[in-house]
């Protein structure tokens, strides 16, 4: 099966007002469809013709050399939208509980402390990218950021820390520059109320299997 689209698992209204309806709307059936697009292009007649994206970008190395950086950018794109979707809710935010609230305490020194280490990482990447919440390959938990669509399970070609990343946030302009223009800071400030901490929780006991 070729890489699809994944449906949207709410409306594009239902994160107004901190994410507005057109930049979602756009962000899925523009960028995120192109993504899906070119990483069938990229894998196609390859031994990775219909396997997992995860797969796929873990294994980038192992693909014909001309279509590494195809298949980076859009498989990597593909993994980290399809993923990013699944972490926000209306309604969201607060905070996480059980193993997880443990692990980010024994880890990252308490969820105030890692919200900032997180929204630092978000506001400081440098021109496109994103960041994330990573269960390391030690089982700990570790915040980083990575260039453009590179993802942490891309391993140390992404990140200085890599691993199963368990949350994400999209700094690319086209996710907040319709409402946010140059203001990442306050888009950054905003994703803390969408957040979908059952779903990072589900991540977080998948990633630890
Ligand atoms: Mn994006």
Known sequence: MPFELPKLPYAYDALEPYIDARTMEIHHTKHHQAYVDKANIAVKDTAFDGRSVEEVIQNIDKLPQDRHSMARNNAGGHANHSLFWKLMKKGGGGAPTGDLVKAID?????FEKFKEEFSQAAINRFGSGW???????QGGLTVTSTAN????LMG????????????????????????????RPDYVAA???LVNWDQVAENYRNARK
């Open 191 to 193: 994703f803390w109320n």
């Open 131 to 137: 960041a994330w919440l990573v269960v390391n390959h």
């Open 149 to 152: 669509q590179d993802n942490p």
């Open 156 to 183: 140390t070609t992404a990140t200085t820390s890599p691993g199963t990343p368990i949350l994400g946030l999209d700094v690319w302009e086209h996710a907040y520059y319709l409402k946010y223009q140059n203001k």
């Open 106 to 110: 024994q880890h990252l020194g308490g």
